[in-house]
């Protein structure tokens, strides 16, 4: 091969012809890079990208693993979103009683803006905590359900928000803690019923992503 080649961008020009009698045998010979389409080559690499087409998934797991993120994984996502929720709802049902409790009084002008915005926070941040706090004990429960058991499934999701609903009003009395437990237990059993059904629903798809 000589230097002239070497110092030759790469082009998606026919090969030129060899002196060997196999090729030149066969009349019907045809390049190989006549068979794609005239996408330009990279001017930085010297490389056609047109020959990494990837045939593999793009993102590589462990033989023998889910190929889902696990409770820990989206226990951030969980509580994140619990706290912003309840933020939003907060906030909204606080917009509500604000002007509902001015409209009573009378009150305008800067003193209604001040008690609105007092409302707002102070229901905002109360739920926001209460969502929050539901959401880490539901995770922490889901996680530690996982790696005692070894599996993630609909037991661990009834078990969780059965233990998160007594652990949230464990310190209300005995009654209350059993509701909260009812509720939980209820609220998780409902979830996993809709799993159960989108599932039969979907038989041929990938299964769903406990949470």
Known sequence: MSDDYLRKPFSLAPAPAVDDPQTSASGNYTPATSTFSNTPAS???NYDSR???????EFIFPEGANKQRGRFE??????????????????L??????FKVTNALNQTGKLR???LINHV?????GTANTLGTLAVLYSACGVLLQYARDQDDNVNTVIAGTATGLLYKSTAGL?????????GLGISSLYCLYLLAQESNNTNSSSPKFL
């Not at 989206?74 to 906030?91: C, K, P, R, Y």
């Open 93 to 98: 049902a606080g917009v509500y009683n604000g």
């Open 175 to 183: 009654r209350k803690c059993a509701l909260g437990g009812a509720i």
């Open 43 to 45: 001017p930085y690499l």
């Open 121 to 125: 926070m102070k229901q905002g941040s």
């Open 113 to 115: 803006r001040t008690q």
């Open 51 to 57: 020959f990494l087409r990837q045939a593999q998934p």
């Open 74 to 91: 989206l226990a951030f996502s969980q509580i994140g979103t619990s706290v912003m929720v309840g933020g939003g709802i907060g906030g």
